[in-house]
């Protein structure tokens, strides 16, 4: 990954303050690749309307909204989110990449992943398991002293140099000389709030759009309490299915094991072959303590860590690990602990001296100077104090802060979006008036209720409110009508396939709050009748009076 600047990856950590910008505002102003495609297109594309095994994620739609805003090149937001999420081979074309090897042409061959190796001294204690045998049999003093060292030997794995043959398109084509990614995807219960997971998994999406062509291969963890397994995108398949379950996903456990995440990912990219000089990109809006010492020697110096920071969570540290800090110089930073430990051997040789004096003189200045140590002190406690939950800022070596969105403002509707709401309920009452309306029209029906529902439940404007209450009525009538005109279908055997109807129970699964709330529940029940091929007279029953509440 680079900077926005397009420097070398290899430069400085880049590190972002926090953005003093929002989305709000901003979704009627992107230009971007959403302009031309449908909603409902978008939705399917990301697993959203077919083979749902659960109720979706609430304000799923919103991914939609904010991945138009970070779409928008001009979006400050976009702009400071850059940093974070380009890839260090973005700013080099294929020619130039071509160019650097031109000195080891005769050196590429086409190598499996995994069977290319190259002997280097451990770089942190992690690679102690890995170190070559032989060293075991080496005298106790003498391997010890090489492990202090790390001057023990063991196999790295190097990526090996595979030219594929390129292909025309912007799709998605991995090979072993494009960049690798750990994505580590925050899914704890703070998530939830001010749609903080929605935002996330809309940077996911934008990032794995954006890089397409870029990108060699993509990994991902999950973590909250605890890490979550390791899902991969080595083909055109598994990248659109990864795609899927990003979009899916929904916040799990209480407890933030960012450290342990980290860990985790770092091991991964050791372990496996196929991740040699990965990078990690980390989503959060965790302020969690870390153990700085600990993770600069998991990451060493070959894994680069890229943060983005999520609304503005704090957290505080207690006093047991001030006192920690202060008396047993354990903070876990080095240099802070090196402090630590010189204030307190002064402090105790000034006490051991103020026992000792006998004069005045000498027992006044004694004193001043333990006031000067215990202000010292004080200071650093007000630094641990600073400084605790925030370590991530100063592990990663690009790190960017963006605020809460402020929904009502980032929903708020203008009238060229009004408009272009009303066209795709225009399209939408057009492909439900056509008769037998079909199982994959109901569903994209369903999603557009719950678009237009997600929308109506963040306005301020009674205008607006009222505005999205009648397109989302018109839709329900359609909808409602539809379904209860193919009754005689409905009761045969291939008119909804048992899929068709678990996907529209999902889809329908937050109760709507507009005018004809009770036709879609009762709709819902009828679905769940239909799983029973025996209630014929039941379900008729059913169709018949709602006939009369879906046209009266």
């Known amino acids: 990954m680079s900077d926005a600047s397009g420097s070398s990856s290899d430069l400085a950590p880049v590190t972002s303050s926090f953005v003093d910008a929002s989305l709000e505002g901003s979704v009627d102003e992107a230009a971007n690749a959403f302009a031309d495609v449908s909603f409902v297109d978008i939705m399917d594309s990301l697993g959203l309307l077919r083979d749902l095994d659960d109720d979706l994620p609430p304000g799923f739609s919103a991914v939609f909204e904010l991945a138009r805003v970070l779409d928008d090149p001009n979006n400050e937001v976009a702009k400071a989110l850059s940093p974070a999420l380009a890839l260090a081979s973005s700013d080099r074309s294929g020619d130039d990449k071509l160019e650097a090897h031109d000195d080891h042409e005769a050196q590429w061959y086409e190598v499996a992943a995994g069977e290319q190796y190259e002997a280097e001294f451990i770089r942190s204690l992690s690679d102690v ?34 030219e594929s043959v390129h292909e025309d398109g ?77 979009s899916r996903q929904k916040t799990l456990g209480n407890g933030t094991c960012m450290e342990k995440a980290i860990v985790t990912a770092c091991e991964d990219i050791r372990r496996q072959p196929l991740l040699c000089d990965a990078e990690i990109l980390l989503i959060t809006d965790g302020a969690v303590h870390l153990n700085v010492e600990h993770l600069e020697e998991v990451l060493g110096t070959d894994i680069r860590l890229h943060c983005v920071k999520i609304g503005d969570t704090a957290v505080w540290a207690p006093d047991w690990y001030l006192k920690d800090s202060l008396e047993m ?49 004080a200071e650093v406690s007000d630094n641990l104090r600073a400084g605790y939950g925030h370590e991530i800022k100063s592990l990663a070596d690009v790190y960017v802060e963006v605020p809460d969105i402020d929904a009502r403002r980032m929903f708020a509707l203008d009238p060229e979006r009004l408009a272009s709401l009303r066209k795709m309920v225009a399209r939408m009452l057009a492909e439900l008036a ?5 199982a ?11 678009h237009l529902q997600m929308l109506a439940d963040e306005q301020a404007d009674g205008k607006e409110l009222e505005e999205l209450q009648a397109l989302a009525g018109e839709v329900e009538a359609e909808f409602a009508s539809a379904f209860v005109d193919t009754e005689e279908r409905m009761l045969e055997v291939g008119m909804m396939s048992r899929g068709d109807r678990k996907d529209l129970r999902m889809l329908l699964g937050r109760p709507l709050r507009m005018r004809r709330r009770s036709v879609i529940l009762w709709i819902k029940k009828v679905l769940k009748a239909l799983k029973h091929r025996g209630r014929r007279k039941r379900l008729r029953g059913f169709l018949q009076r709602a006939k009369r509440r879906a046209r009266g």
Do not use: C
Request: overall charge positive; hydrophobic content about 40%.
């Open 129 to 162: 398991p890995y170190v070559y045998a032989w060293q075991h049999l080496l005298p106790e003093a003498v391997f010890m002293r090489r492990l202090a060292q790390r001057r023990l030997w063991f196999p790295m794995p190097k990526s090996p140099r595979i």
């Open 329 to 377: 110089a354990n903070s876990g930073d080095e240099a802070l602990d090196r402090t630590i430990r010189h204030l307190n051997e002064r402090a105790a040789l000034l006490e051991k001296g103020l026992a000792e004096s006998r004069r005045p003189d000498e027992i006044r200045i004694v004193k001043q100077q333990l006031r000067e140590v215990e202000s010292a002190r």
């Open 440 to 450: 994959d029209s109901l569903k994209r029906a369903a999603l557009v209720l719950a």
């Open 434 to 438: 056509s008769r037998p309306t079909t």
């Open 170 to 246: 912007d799709g998605f084509a991995p090979n072993e000389a494009k960049q690798k990614v750990m994505i580590l995807l925050d899914t704890s219960a703070s998530m939830a709030s001010r749609y903080r997971f929605v935002y996330s998994k809309a940077i996911v999406l934008h990032f794995l759009r954006r890089n397409l062509e870029e990108l060699g291969h993509v990994f991902m963890r999950t973590f909250d309490s605890e890490v979550g397994e390791l899902e991969t995108a080595r083909t055109k398949d598994e990248y659109d299915r990864l795609m899927r379950v990003v």
